[in-house]
C-alpha cells in the first residue's frame, strides 16, 4: 500500500510543476490538475443536502489529496458506507477541512488505523487521534482520492465544516478563481399549490405542474393560469457549470410577485440537526412518486432552516383581485450568474370548496400525538412534523400473518426525527423472538426497519408515516467466494455477500485461528490482501469466515489455501 501511494504521489506532482494559486489566503486546492465538480453544495439529495463538493479526479482513483491548510488530523473514519475512508483536519482558524471516500491514508495515518482495527478486531473504525499526533502542513499530500463508502464513483468529497458548531459552509467560495463558470441556472417547471380551503388553481385545490417554455427569447408558462385565495409556488432548477455535464442544487432561488420579494433560499450552510428539514422545504411526495426534485417558495408551518426566508405569509401569495399578477424568479449561484423567470397568474374570481377533512387523526406540528389502532400505536413528538397532517389509517387484516399491515398515511410524509412504532404480533411461527422485524411495505416488497420484541409487540423507531408489518427472517446470509481459484496467485482472499430480507450486520474474518483484516463496501465485496493480512509465508492456512445478518442468523465458512 505504501509503494502504491509514494508511486502515485510522485505522479501526481510530476502533472503539474506548478501548483494552482489561490485567491483566497487561507485554503489552496486539493489537486494539482484542473479543477472541475460532479456535485456542488447544498445539492438536494434523500433527506438530507450534499454537505460539500465533490471534486472530479479524471475518471480514475489514486490522486493524491493535498491538505487545503496548516492543522492535525482530528478524526478518521473507515466505513462500508458514507464517506467510506474519510479524513478529518482541524485548522487554527477556526474550520475543520474533511476528506472523503479515499483509497488510502498517507502511510503513517494507514499504519494507525491497521492498528486500531486489528486491536479491535473490526474493519470499522471512527478514531480521535490526540492533537501532537498527525500534524499536516499546508499543501501536504494526507491521501490518495478513491471511490469508497457511498460513492458512485471516482471523486473526492470535501467540506468545509466551523469548527466550533460542525457547520458544513459552502467551499466555493474559497475557489472561485480556480473553477471556471459563466452558465447560469435553468429551471423547466412551477408548481402550483392551492392551500386547502383557501385557494384553487384553474378550478382544481390540487397541485400540479405547468411546464416552463421559451418565446421570443424568454422563458414562460406553457399555458395561462388562473387562480383565486392563497396559493404556494414550487420550483424544478438546476445549476450547471462549465465544460461539464453534471446538473447541480441552486444556490439561491427568490420569488418576486408584482415586484415585491416573498421568499428566498439561499443555501450557504447548515446544522446537521437541520438536514432532514430538506423534506419540508422539499416536495417529499412529487420526488417520491416521479424523482423530480420542486423547492417550494413558502415555507412549513414547522420550518427548521434558516435559510429560507419566507415573509410575514411565509411565502403564501394571496390571489383576490381580478388582474394579472405578475411573478418572477430570480434563480443565482455562487459566482452571481442569474436567470430570470418572468411569468403571469390571472387573478380570476372561482369557487374554493371548503375543506373536507379526510383523516381519522390530525397531527399537529407543534404538539405531541398519538395514533392508536387495534395492535399499533405510534407516538409523534411536538416538532417532528413540519406541517399538520391528516391521516387515514388502513389496517390490512390477514388471519395467518404474524401481523397486520397498518397504512398510516396513503403516501409518504417524512418526519424529523425516529418516531416510536409498536406493532403486535398476532401469530409466532418461531419461537425465537429474534427473528422477528418491523418492515416497511412498498407494493409486494418488504423493507427492513428493524426493532425489538418485548411482551408480543415488536417496538420500532420509524422515520416517516408510511406502511408497516412485522416479519420474520430465519434465512442466513448468503456468502460467495469470488475467483476461488486465484486466490493464491492474486494473493487476495474475495466474497461477495448478500441477504434476502434484512442485510449483513457484521462479519469477521480469522486465519489460523487468529482475526484478520477483510475490507467491506456496500458493493457488497469482501476482500483480505493476504501481504497485510499478518500471516506467514509459504504455508497452508485455515481461513474461517462468520457473516451475521441483522436478525443474527449466521453463516460460517471455512477454506484452506496456499500463500
Avoid at 158 to 187: C, G, H, Q, W
Avoid at 478 to 484: A, D, F, I, S, Y
Amino acid at each position: 500500500m505504501k509503494k502504491g501511494f509514494l508511486f502515485s504521489v510522485l505522479l501526481g506532482w510530476g502533472l503539474f510543476v506548478q501548483a494552482q494559486e489561490v485567491s483566497h489566503p487561507s485554503f489552496r486546492v486539493p489537486f494539482d490538475f484542473p479543477l472541475y465538480l460532479s456535485g456542488n453544495f447544498g445539492e438536494l439529495r434523500p433527506n438530507h443536502f450534499h454537505g460539500g463538493l465533490d471534486f472530479k479526479t479524471q475518471g480514475v482513483e489514486g490522486k493524491p489529496v493535498h491538505c487545503i491548510e496548516e492543522g492535525y488530523v482530528s478524526r478518521i473514519s473507515v466505513a462500508p458506507g458514507g464517506y467510506g475512508n474519510a479524513l478529518y483536519v482541524t485548522h487554527p482558524n477556526g474550520y475543520t477541512s474533511v476528506y472523503g471516500h479515499l483509497k488510502e491514508f498517507a502511510p503513517a495515518i494507514a499504519e494507525y488505523v491497521e492498528e486500531e482495527q486489528y486491536a479491535r478486531e473490526t474493519f470499522e473504525v471512527n478514531l480521535f487521534p490526540e492533537a501532537s499526533r498527525f500534524p499536516v502542513k499546508k499543501g501536504e499530500v494526507i491521501a490518495l482520492s478513491g471511490n469508497t463508502g457511498s460513492s458512485g464513483g471516482p471523486h473526492l468529497h470535501m467540506e468545509v465544516r466551523i469548527t466550533e458548531t460542525n457547520e458544513p459552509i459552502d467551499p466555493l467560495p474559497f475557489y472561485l478563481s480556480d473553477i471556471r463558470d459563466t452558465r447560469v441556472p435553468k429551471a423547466y417547471s412551477v408548481m402550483f399549490y392551492p392551500q386547502a380551503g383557501k385557494g384553487v388553481v384553474d378550478g382544481s385545490t390540487k397541485k400540479h405542474a405547468v411546464t416552463l417554455v421559451n418565446r421570443s427569447g424568454e422563458s414562460v408558462l406553457s399555458r395561462p393560469v388562473s387562480a383565486w385565495g392563497e396559493i404556494g409556488l414550487g420550483i424544478r432548477a438546476y445549476d450547471y457549470m462549465n465544460e461539464t455535464s453534471n446538473m447541480y442544487g441552486v444556490y439561491s432561488v427568490t420569488l418576486f410577485v408584482d415586484s415585491t420579494e416573498v421568499f428566498n433560499s439561499t443555501v450557504d450552510r447548515f446544522l446537521f440537526d437541520e438536514n432532514r428539514a430538506i423534506n419540508g422545504w422539499t416536495d417529499f411526495d412529487e420526488y417520491k412518486r416521479s424523482r423530480s426534485w420542486y423547492m417550494k417558495s413558502y415555507l412549513p408551518e414547522g420550518n427548521r432552516l434558516r435559510m429560507l426566508r419566507g415573509g410575514g405569509n411565509r411565502g403564501i401569495v394571496r390571489i383576490d383581485e381580478e388582474r394579472d399578477y405578475q411573478f418572477l424568479y430570480l434563480l443565482k449561484d455562487a459566482y452571481g450568474n442569474t436567470s430570470r423567470y418572468r411569468f403571469t397568474v390571472r387573478g380570476k374570481r372561482q369557487e374554493i370548496p371548503p375543506h373536507a377533512s379526510q383523516g381519522k387523526y390530525l397531527l399537529c406540528w407543534d404538539q405531541a400525538n398519538v395514533i392508536q389502532e387495534p395492535g399499533m400505536e405510534l407516538a409523534v413528538p411536538k416538532g417532528m412534523l413540519y406541517e399538520n397532517v391528516e391521516v387515514a389509517t388502513k389496517i390490512f387484516c390477514d388471519s395467518e400473518a404474524v401481523a397486520f399491515v397498518y397504512q398510516l398515511h396513503d403516501t409518504p410524509v417524512p418526519l424529523h426525527t425516529f418516531c416510536p412504532l409498536s406493532i403486535g404480533i398476532r401469530n409466532e411461527p418461531v419461537a425465537d423472538t429474534t427473528k422477528y422485524y418491523v418492515a416497511s411495505v412498498w407494493g409486494n416488497a418488504l423493507h427492513y426497519v428493524g426493532g425489538t420484541y418485548e411482551n408480543g409487540w415488536m417496538k420500532a423507531p420509524i422515520r416517516e408515516l408510511a406502511t408497516y408489518t412485522v416479519a420474520v427472517d430465519t434465512v442466513p446470509p448468503q456468502v460467495q467466494p469470488l475467483n476461488r481459484r486465484m486466490w493464491e496467485r492474486s494473493k487476495e482472499i474475495a466474497f461477495r455477500l448478500s441477504d434476502k430480507h434484512t442485510g449483513i450486520r457484521s462479519y469477521k474474518g480469522k486465519i489460523d485461528g487468529k482475526f484478520v483484516l477483510f475490507t467491506y463496501n456496500l458493493k457488497r465485496r469482501l476482500a483480505c490482501r493476504l501481504k497485510e493480512a499478518r500471516i506467514e509465508s509459504g504455508k497452508h492456512h485455515t481461513l474461517e469466515l462468520e457473516v451475521t445478518d441483522f436478525c443474527g442468523n449466521v453463516t460460517v465458512v471455512k477454506d484452506r489455501f496456499y500463500y
